[in-house]
C-alpha cells in the first residue's frame, strides 16, 4: 500500500540545518538573508498602517484563545481582529460578538476575498487546515494553521501547503507552541559544532491521565444540519456519513477528522527535537498502542519508532491513561541534551576520559507560549523572515507521525520512498 503521490518539484538541495539556524537566529535578533522580492511583500503588507489585520477560519475550543491573543495584541496595535467565519451560525455569531462585530462569512473563500485580512488563523479540524491553508496562500494571506498541519491521510497536501507558500512568498507558522523560544538556534548550534557528538537516540512522551482533550463540549445536543449548520463543509474530503451531533462537536474522537496521540500531542514534543536535529524525513516508522481504556475511535495509547538515516533513532511514547511523564533526552556520542520542566540541560562527555565535563543550562525564555507564537508571526509578516515553527519544519514533522498511525493500524512497517517522496507501506 502507498499512500501519497510524488512531488511536483524536487526536494530543496539547499541545507535543512542552514534554514533552521537562518529562521531561529532571526527570531532572536541575529542578521539573516532573504530574498529581495520579500521586501517588496512587506512593505505592501504593512501600508500606511502597520497594524495586522487578522482573519479567523473556525472559531471553535481552540480559536477562542487565538482570538483573545489578537485582542490583547490589539490593545498594543500590532494587530486587529477583522473576520470570522464557521460553518456552525450560533458559534459564528458569538465569535463575531466577541470580537467587536467583525465581519462574518460563511465560507472561508469569502473570507480570503476581504482585502482588509492580512493574516488567518486556521482551527477547523484536522483535514480542513491543509485545503483551507492552499487557498490562503494562493489568496496571497499569512497564515498561522493550527497542528497538525494536515490530517493523517493527507501528506500529499501537507507538501502542497510547503509549495504554496514558496510560490507565494507568504509565511505560514504552525501552532506548535513549544517552539516558541530562541533557545533552540542556540543549542543546535552547538549540536552542530559537535558537543554531544553524532546524535544516534532520542527519547521524548507525552503523557496525562483522561482523554478530557477529545470529549469535547457539545453546545447544543439537538444541534442538526441545515442553515446554521452546513454539515457538508465540515467533512471536507472525509467518507461522506450521516451526521451526529458528537462527529461535529466531538471530531476528535474519530480517525475520520483526526488522528490521536500522535497528530495532536506528539507534535508538540516531537517537533522541538526535529529542529534541533534538524530533521529531514525518517527512513521506517513503527507504530503501536490501541486503545486500552477509554471508549472512542483513535488510540488512547499511542508509541511510534522513527529511525532516520545514519541516526538517530526517535523514540515517542504516551499514554492518557497515567500523567507520569519523562523528559525529552538527545543522546549523542559524546554527551547528552535534556529538555525538562526548566530548561535545556547540555552534558558532554570528554571522549578521551569518557567523564562528563561543565553542565551548560539554558532556561526556557517562551517555550509553550502561544502568544509569543502570535507575536513572532506577526514580526515576521513586516519583516519575511520565517518564524520560529516554519512549514519547511512541519511538512517533515508529518511524515513519521503519519506514518507511525499508518503503521499501528495496518500492522506494518512504513518505509519512506525518498524518491517519489511517498510512504509505503510492507
Known amino acids: 500500500m502507498k499512500t501519497g503521490v510524488p512531488s511536483t518539484i524536487p526536494t530543496s538541495k539547499r541545507s535543512n540545518r542552514r534554514r533552521f539556524l537562518q529562521t531561529a537566529g532571526a527570531a532572536a535578533g541575529t542578521a539573516a538573508v532573504f530574498a529581495p522580492q520579500f521586501d517588496i511583500l512587506a512593505q505592501e503588507t504593512q501600508g500606511a498602517n502597520s497594524r495586522i489585520g487578522v482573519g479567523f477560519i473556525g472559531v471553535g475550543g481552540r480559536a477562542g484563545a487565538h482570538m483573545g491573543i489578537v485582542q490583547k495584541l490589539q490593545k498594543?496595535?500590532?494587530?486587529?481582529?477583522?473576520?470570522?467565519?464557521?460553518?456552525?451560525?450560533?458559534?459564528?455569531?458569538?465569535?463575531?460578538?466577541?470580537?467587536?462585530?467583525?465581519?462574518?462569512?460563511?465560507?472561508?473563500?469569502?473570507?480570503?476575498?476581504?482585502?482588509?485580512?492580512?493574516?488567518?488563523?486556521?482551527?477547523?479540524?484536522?483535514?480542513?487546515?491543509?485545503?483551507?491553508?492552499?487557498?490562503?496562500?494562493?489568496?496571497?494571506?499569512?497564515?498561522?494553521?493550527?497542528?497538525?498541519?494536515?490530517?493523517w491521510t493527507q501528506f500529499e497536501l501537507a507538501k502542497k501547503v510547503e509549495e504554496a507558500a514558496e510560490k507565494n512568498h507568504r509565511i505560514v507558522q504552525v501552532g506548535t507552541q513549544y517552539m516558541a523560544d530562541e533557545n533552540y538556534a542556540r543549542v543546535s548550534a552547538m549540536i552542530e559544532d559537535g558537543i554531544i557528538g553524532k546524535p544516534v537516540h532520542c527519547q521524548l512522551g507525552y503523557f496525562r491521565r483522561g482523554d478530557w482533550g477529545e470529549r469535547m463540549h457539545v453546545p447544543d445536543p439537538n444541534a442538526k444540519p441545515g442553515p446554521d449548520l452546513n454539515w457538508e463543509r465540515f467533512l471536507g474530503d472525509a467518507p461522506k456519513v450521516p451526521y451526529t451531533v458528537s462527529r461535529f462537536f466531538q471530531w476528535r474522537l474519530y480517525w475520520d477528522y483526526a488522528g490521536g496521540p500522535a497528530t495532536d500531542l506528539l507534535v508538540h514534543v516531537f517537533t522541538p527535537v526535529f529542529c534541533l536535529l534538524n530533521l529531514d524525513y525518517p527512513e521506517r516508522v513503527l507504530?503501536?498502542?490501541?486503545?486500552?481504556?477509554?471508549?472512542?475511535?483513535?488510540?488512547?495509547?499511542?508509541?511510534?519508532?522513527a529511525d532516520y538515516k545514519d541516526g538517530p533513532s526517535v523514540v515517542m511514547m504516551n499514554s492518557l491513561s497515567n500523567y507520569t511523564g519523562i523528559e525529552t533526552k538527545i543522546r549523542g556520542t559524546n554527551g547528552i541534551i535534556i529538555l525538562d520542566g526548566k530548561g535545556i540541560r547540555i552534558v558532554p562527555i570528554d571522549p578521551k576520559t569518557s567523564k562528563e565535563t561543565d553542565e551548560i543550562r539554558l532556561e526556557w525564555n517562551g517555550m509553550g507560549d502561544t502568544a509569543k507564537l502570535w507575536k513572532n508571526l506577526l514580526d515576521c509578516v513586516k519583516t519575511r523572515e520565517q518564524p520560529f515553527s516554519p512549514i519547511s519544519a512541519a511538512v517533515r514533522v508529518q511524515a513519521p507521525l503519519n506514518m507511525g498511525i499508518l503503521s499501528e493500524r495496518e500492522s506494518k512497517v512504513a518505509k519512506f520512498n525518498f524518491e517519489t517522496e511517498s510512504i509505503d507501506l510492507s
Open 76 to 151: 498594543q496595535g500590532m494587530a486587529e481582529p477583522v473576520a470570522v467565519c464557521d460553518v456552525y451560525r450560533p458559534r459564528l455569531e458569538a465569535a463575531a460578538k466577541r470580537l467587536g462585530g467583525v465581519k462574518t462569512y460563511d465560507t472561508h473563500e469569502e473570507l480570503l476575498k476581504d482585502p482588509a485580512v492580512d493574516v488567518v488563523c486556521i482551527a477547523t479540524p484536522d483535514r480542513l487546515h491543509a485545503p483551507q491553508a492552499i487557498d490562503a496562500l494562493d489568496a496571497g494571506k499569512d497564515v498561522y494553521c493550527e497542528k497538525p498541519l494536515t490530517h
Open 287 to 305: 507504530g503501536g498502542g490501541g486503545n486500552f481504556q477509554y471508549n472512542r475511535e483513535v488510540p488512547d495509547q499511542c508509541n511510534i519508532i
